[in-house]
């Protein structure tokens, strides 16, 4: 099966994914996850990324594109994926199909995980992030024991640079802007799914189970 998570930032697309790989064994595709540790790699596509990413602007569509390009090309994700974050805009969206169609394949479910904006600066603004493992903790919802420590590893809690509300405010208009567009577009095309992610998340699980396993 191959999906593509669609929301704002912050509505949820990383923690129903991690729930997914869980349940399918799916690969999941994140391209900001991609871009982040080009970012703390140093690599020239991080330096490049960087500047985009703490401004909260889109990094430009040819490098993103050609990042999943390539990831899609790997063996794994032969048998489905989940692309989170990735597309975001319609040039995206367009090459996404293009590259899947001359494989003879296509996006199967386009999840849209509708959230309100007040929950989603809240959200943000207290999210954790464990260096070690990746885990992603809710200062609010879903609390560790001490803010700064992983309880799942130990490893050192932290927040995403772009997590900050000055940041997240802007996200989230270049989401209005660039990216909601695209719930029309994967309507047209008669595959996408609108869920409510104001939900706990095992309840919203319930529904993207429903929808991938129909
Ligand atoms: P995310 O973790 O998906 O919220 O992505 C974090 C940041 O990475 C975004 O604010 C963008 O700067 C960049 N990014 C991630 N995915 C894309 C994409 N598909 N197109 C352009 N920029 C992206």
Redesign the pocket.
């Known amino acids: 099966m191959n999906i593509v998570l669609l929301g704002a930032?912050g509505a949820g697309?990383?923690t129903q994914a991690e729930k997914m790989i869980e349940a399918w064994g799916l690969p999941h595709i994140?391209?900001?996850?991609i871009?982040?540790k080009a970012v703390a790699d140093g690599t020239p596509l991080g330096i490049q990324?960087k500047q985009?990413?703490d401004a909260?602007?889109?990094?430009?569509?040819v490098v993103?594109i050609g990042l999943v390009k390539s990831r899609l090309d790997e063996p794994d994700a032969e048998k489905g994926f989940i692309l989170?974050?990735?597309?975001?805009?319609d040039g995206?969206a367009e090459a996404l199909d293009h590259e899947l169609g001359a494989a003879d394949r296509a996006i199967d479910a386009a999840i849209s995980i509708d959230v309100d904006r007040d929950v989603i600066v809240r959200r943000l603004t207290s999210r954790r992030t464990c260096r070690s493992c990746g885990k992603i903790y809710s200062l609010i919802a879903d609390p560790p024991a001490d803010p700064n420590v992983c309880d799942a590893c130990g490893g050192e809690l932290y927040q995403r640079d772009?997590d900050t509300e000055a940041t997240v405010r802007n996200?989230l208009a270049?989401y209005d802007r660039s990216t909601a567009p695209l719930v029309e577009y994967y309507r047209s095309k008669g595959v996408l799914h609108v869920i409510d992610g104001d939900r706990p998340v095992d309840e919203v699980f319930a529904d993207v189970r429903r929808i991938v396993e129909g």
């Not at 994140?30 to 996850?33: E, H, Q, V």
């Not at 909260?56 to 569509?61: A, F, H, K």
């Open positions: 930032p697309k990383g994140s391209t900001g996850d871009l982040r990324a985009f990413m909260g602007e889109l990094v430009p569509d993103v989170d974050g990735f597309p975001r805009t995206q772009d996200r270049v």
